[in-house]
């Protein structure tokens, strides 16, 4: 034999071992019959693929294979074995313990009166039936053929299913996201999933971009809003900063002819919007050749994620519009009152009191979104008693007292969250722990968690800010306070929680000052 010949026989062996297979497992007691349903699928090719074959000697051998290979295409199954219904067990395994429905059986007997074949077929799991005798090496390579055409598109419903499935669930995960970052950091990890990983990604968009240059260059309308792998440290920088060559005119194909441009290593796909000029999803570094599956897949998640993109910015805008009106309430109230940026103080207190205590995100948002409307009620209290210098006599303070219940009855019959908790602060949130407070001698858990937490943070801040009826206290003297009416006036959780983050609190505060004038009492 020639060395070229050596030479070009390994290279063949090469490609073979490297090329995707078929696995058929060849379940038989005789050793002739495994070599001989090799040789004759020596060279059995079906849709550029070879077959990789498994020996199993005994149907318990063949039975940990099954456990071992999920992807057995099919399964040449001999009956008569270790006992006279070895195989038949075997089926009945590969169907019921292993719960595998896409192998192929084919049930290959030497003896037919063993195992009749009309009672086989009818009581087993099996796809075929075949006599030794009768099996040519012609027929055997035909019998494979139809089998693996069998194999193949069923695997490619269940590749379909599977696919259906994710996207019914990234599309349930998409919509139920309020929060735009974290929705496009939803929209970039689903397809990832459902391409099998992706080193590298962006969201590119002309809706919610970053900062645009100073000079206002529209040249490009495009940014990326966020991205992971290399894309992570770029969000909004402009879209021909931080794509060149192919890549950036892939996405301008991408944006011209409003499609999805592959590439062997990236994609780009295009999402339409009925809002907006629509946006880009890019991803490199895939893990493999994307299937006709795949593509299919990815078609519909980019026809279907900028609708769900499109209804959180409208939710996200309806948001930000009722947060920015409630906090513009507050703070005209505040300012009535001479009360600086107490509102905004309280807000962020709030928030870290009730992180720290638990609280989940959903109930954070709505506590910062209620908090301002906390003294609402002072709406209805005259102003000469409010920003009285001295201190009150007892007819005022009980006046001063009515704007919890004046607040609630304002707020009251809202079906809002929002504003229902906020009627909650404005009558509660002068409830004490031990049930001293008022306008209704509440305490302990009977108090609501924003209340507690409204209270202690409100007289914190009252008393570590100026008002025009009283310097302001030191923040030693003001936590000493707060410790000595723990599991009094306060809830004891959160002195201790507002205790173990001084700092914090502290930062809060210097933050935001009052910068108040000499006189703001009237």
């Known amino acids: 034999m020639s060395d070229d010949l ?10 073979i071992e490297e090329r995707s297979t078929w696995k058929v497992l060849i379940v038989d007691d005789e050793p002739e019959v495994h070599a001989v349903t090799k040789l004759a699928l020596s060279d059995f090719v079906f849709q550029d693929k070879g077959i990789e074959f498994i020996s199993a000697y005994t149907g318990a051998e063949a039975k940990k294979l099954f456990l071992e290979h999920d992807d057995i295409a099919i399964v040449l199954l001999d009956v008569v074995m270790e006992t006279d219904d070895a195989g038949l067990q075997v089926a009945e395994f590969i169907r019921g313990e292993a719960n595998n429905h896409f192998t192929r059986i084919i049930l290959r007997t030497g003896q037919p009166g063993q195992a009749p074949e009309k009672h086989v077929i009818i009581n087993y799991d099996i796809n075929d039936y075949k006599s030794k005798t009768e099996l040519t090496a012609q027929k055997l390579f035909t019998v494979v053929i139809a089998t693996l055409r069998s194999y193949r598109d069923i695997m490619v419903i269940e590749e379909n299913r599977k696919g259906l499935e994710k996207i019914i669930s990234a599309s349930a995960d998409l919509f139920s996201i309020h929060s735009l970052e974290h929705f496009i950091d939803g929209i970039v990890q689903q397809l990832s999933s459902l391409l099998g990983g992706t080193q590298d990604a962006a969201y590119i968009t002309s809706a919610v971009a970053g900062p645009r240059p100073i000079d206002n260059d529209v040249s490009s309308d495009f940014y990326v809003f966020t991205g992971k792998g290399d894309f992570a440290d770029h969000e909004g920088k402009p879209l021909d900063n931080v794509l060149s060559g192919s890549q950036l005119d892939a ?156 607040g609630y009855q304002l707020l009251k019959d809202s079906r809002r969250p929002i504003i229902k908790a906020a009627a909650l602060l404005a009558r509660d949130h002068h409830e004490y722990w031990d049930g001293q407070g008022y306008p209704r001698g509440l305490k302990g858990d009977e108090i609501h968690i924003f209340c507690r937490i409204t209270a202690l943070a409100d007289v914190f801040d009252a008393l570590h800010a100026k008002r025009c009826y009283k310097e302001a206290w030191p923040l030693d003297k003001v936590l000493d306070l707060i410790q000595s009416q723990r599991g009094k006036q306060f809830d004891p959780r959160l002195v201790d929680i507002m205790l173990a983050n001084r700092d914090k609190i502290e930062a809060i505060c210097y933050a935001y000052p009052d910068n108040l004038p000499e006189s703001p009492c009237s």
């Open 6 to 15: 050596l030479f070009l026989d390994e290279s063949d062996d090469e490609i």
């Open 251 to 406: 996405c301008h194909q991408a944006l011209r002819e409003r499609e999805i441009v592959y590439a062997e290593e990236y994609l780009v796909a295009y999402c339409n919007s009925k809002t907006m000029r629509g946006s880009l999803l890019y991803l490199s570094g895939l893990p493999r050749k994307l299937t006709e599956t795949d593509k299919r897949l990815l078609e519909i998640f980019a026809q279907n994620v900028q609708i769900a993109f499109d209804n959180v910015l409208l939710t996200k805008d309806i948001e930000d519009t009722q947060r920015e009106i409630v906090e513009r309430l507050g703070q005209a109230l505040e300012k009535e009152m001479g009360g600086g940026k107490h509102i905004q103080r309280m807000t962020l207190m709030c928030e870290l009191l009730g992180r720290e205590y638990g609280l989940c995100d959903e109930e954070l948002d709505i506590l910062k979104l209620a908090v301002p409307l906390h003294d609402v009620g002072k709406l209805k209290i005259p102003e000469s008693i409010l920003l009285k210098p001295g201190k009150l006599n007892a007819e005022e303070i009980e006046i001063v007292r009515n704007h919890a219940e004046f």
